[in-house]
C-alpha cells in the first residue's frame, strides 16, 4: 500500500425511520458532499483500488456517491467498521496493507478522527492544525504509506473548500 485515504460518512440524517442508528441515511447535502470529494480524490489523482465500507446505511451511501469518481475500485462491506475504534481500524488496515495501492476508508467518527490523530507525524503546517480541530462529514484524511508501514499525514480535504458543505 501506497496510500491510505480515511473518508468520513456525509452529512447524515439525525434519525432514521426505524430509530435505528445504522439505519440513518445521507441528507442531500451529506449526497452532494460525498459525490464532491470523490470528484476531489479522483482529480488528485488518489483514486483507490479498495474501499473498506462500514455497513451502516449512510456510510454504504457515501461510497455510493464517491465511487462513480472510481470506476475501477472494488469494495468491500464490512460490520467492524461501523463506529469503528481506533484499534479496529487499525486491524483493518493491516489486513488490507497488501491488497491495494490505495486503499479507501469510509467510516465514522470518533475512531476515523482519532486514527488520523494517532499517525499525525508530519511537521507542522495549516492541514495539520485543522486535522486537529475536527473532522466533519464527508471529509477526507490523506496518508502516505512508507516501505516500513508507516503513515505519514498529507492532507486533510474538507468539502467546503472545494464549493460544498452549504446547506
Known amino acids: 500500500m ?9 452529512k447524515a440524517e439525525s434519525a432514521s425511520s426505524s430509530g435505528d442508528d445504522v439505519e440513518r441515511g445521507l441528507t442531500d447535502r451529506g449526497r452532494r458532499d460525498s459525490a ?9 489523482r488518489l483514486a483507490p483500488d479498495l474501499a473498506l465500507v462500514s455497513t ?13 469518481a472510481f470506476p475501477a475500485a472494488r469494495a468491500l462491506s464490512q460490520r467492524p467498521l461501523y463506529l469503528a475504534s481506533l484499534q479496529q481500524l487499525e486491524q483493518a488496515v493491516a489486513a488490507a496493507r497488501d491488497e491495494a495501492r490505495v486503499l479507501l ?13 494517532a499517525h499525525l507525524r508530519a511537521p507542522p503546517s495549516p492541514a495539520r492544525t485543522r486535522m ?7 471529509s477526507a484524511a490523506v496518508f502516505t504509506v512508507a ?20 446547506l
Do not use: C, K
Not at 132 to 138: D, L, Q, V
Open 2 to 10: 501506497q496510500r491510505l485515504i480515511l473518508l468520513r460518512h456525509g
Open 36 to 44: 464532491l470529494m470523490g470528484r476531489v480524490l479522483a482529480d488528485m
Open 56 to 68: 451502516a446505511r449512510r456510510a454504504q451511501e457515501t461510497w455510493a456517491e464517491a465511487a462513480f
Open 105 to 117: 476508508i469510509v467510516g465514522h467518527n470518533p475512531g476515523l478522527h482519532e486514527f488520523a490523530l
Open 132 to 138: 486537529g480541530e475536527g473532522f466533519p462529514t464527508a
Open 147 to 166: 516501505d516500513d508501514g508507516s503513515l505519514a499525514f498529507d492532507t486533510l480535504l474538507l468539502p467546503r473548500d472545494h464549493g460544498g458543505g452549504v
